[in-house]
């Protein structure tokens, strides 16, 4: 079965920094796109950034050029490097991965998820 299970969440200061990761097992190779996503107290979840297989991101506006998404194919994990965090970007954090082409940080298009990280920022 395909598992995708995020670490790395947790309480921060504004300004600070935090790593994400997302282990993906029950793959030979990681899928074709995967991408973080949030999603805040009473909002709707959001697409944060993704990176395809060849390495292409994209990123919300929101977070572009503070958040960097990253793999590492031989560990099968999914990285996303917070700095000059904001109280706005807290929210649950959610890594999630899918198989079809075209690579975007769109919550319909994704098929698997993780369970999800906290990450708050005060």
């Known amino acids: 079965d395909v598992q995708l299970v995020e670490s790395g969440g947790g309480s921060v200061q504004a300004g600070g920094s935090l790593r994400l990761s997302c282990a993906a097992s029950g793959y030979t190779y990681l899928p074709r796109c995967m991408g973080w996503f949030r999603q805040a107290a009473g909002k709707e979840r959001e697409g944060v950034a993704s990176?395809?297989?060849?390495?292409?991101?994209t990123y919300a506006d929101s977070v572009r050029g503070r958040f960097t998404i990253s793999k590492d194919n031989a560990k099968n994990t999914l990285y996303l490097e917070m700095n000059s965090l904001k109280s706005e970007d807290t929210a649950m954090y959610y890594c999630?991965?899918?198989?079809?082409w075209g690579c975007g940080p769109v919550v319909a298009d994704f098929e698997y998820w993780g369970q999800g990280t906290q990450v708050t920022v005060s």
């Open positions: 999630a991965a899918h198989g079809s």
């Open positions: 990176i395809n297989r060849d390495g292409y991101t």
